[in-house]
């Protein structure tokens, strides 16, 4: 079975400017988790979707939005890009009362 | 709020020594996880521990969590340069109406000398 997939893997883009990064999840898994990681940090909470509903939200500024396709795929948006958002981005996908499985991440940075 | 501590958060060991690395929460949990991340990689899941007591092993590696001290162990044993990596526990608050989110410690940052 293939893991979680993430695309694109890196993306360099200029403050103010917009980005939408994308994540499947493992076939049967209704459940995509997001979250942030820093460098030197450990990762961050964004957000967590479950059948196509926002389940959680991290302490992120409304700049960061989200959704869950029906097919359990699911797109992160961040707006008004900064230099601070510059980080890898992980998508998490989750079977029910298991563990979460990491996709390989987007390094966004940010100019 | 929920805090994850973990220490050290740098450590660097000679190949076949021992060491443990601890992770302490601030609040009852459901789960504890354990991630192994490799420089400019994702995060691999290497133990869930579901109930006070629990201990897994894999290798060189062991884990164990203790929820009424709110303490979760990760013990090496005979360490090898293949283990030199960022190690990370998670803790997993799960809430009916919230779902399922992890809260990561800083990490473990492992090097593993010839």
């Known amino acids: 079975d293939a893991g979680v997939t993430q695309s694109p893997t890196h993306l360099i883009k200029t403050r103010g400017q917009q980005v939408t990064l994308r994540c499947s999840p493992i076939?049967?898994?209704?459940?995509v988790s997001w979250y942030q990681q820093v460098l030197g940090q450990g990762p961050q909470f964004i957000f967590q979707y479950y059948e196509k509903e926002e389940r959680g939200r991290g302490n992120f500024p409304d700049r960061f939005s989200a959704r869950q396709f029906p097919n359990y795929s699911s797109e992160l948006n961040v707006n008004a890009l900064l230099l601070g958002d510059s980080a890898l981005y992980l998508c998490a996908s989750t079977p029910p009362s298991d563990t979460q499985y990491f996709g390989p991440g987007t390094r966004l940075t940010v100019l | 709020e929920l805090k994850v501590e973990q220490n050290p958060l740098f450590l660097s060991m000679q190949e076949g020594k021992n060491y443990t690395i601890y992770c302490n929460y601030s609040?009852?949990?459901?789960?504890l996880y354990w991630y192994r991340q490799d420089p400019g990689k994702s995060l691999e899941s290497l133990f869930v521990?579901?109930?006070?007591?629990a201990v897994k092993q894999e290798g060189r590696l062991m884990a164990s969590l203790d929820t009424k001290a709110r303490l979760s162990t990760l013990h090496i044993t005979a360490a090898v340069h293949d283990l030199s990596a960022t190690y990370f526990c998670a803790v997993d608050i799960f809430g009916e109406t919230s779902g399922s989110r992890l809260t990561f410690g800083e990490g473990t940052q492992l090097t593993v000398n010839p």
């Open positions: 609040t009852t949990s459901d789960r």
């Open positions: 076939s049967g898994h209704k459940s």
């Open positions: 521990l579901l109930s006070n007591g």
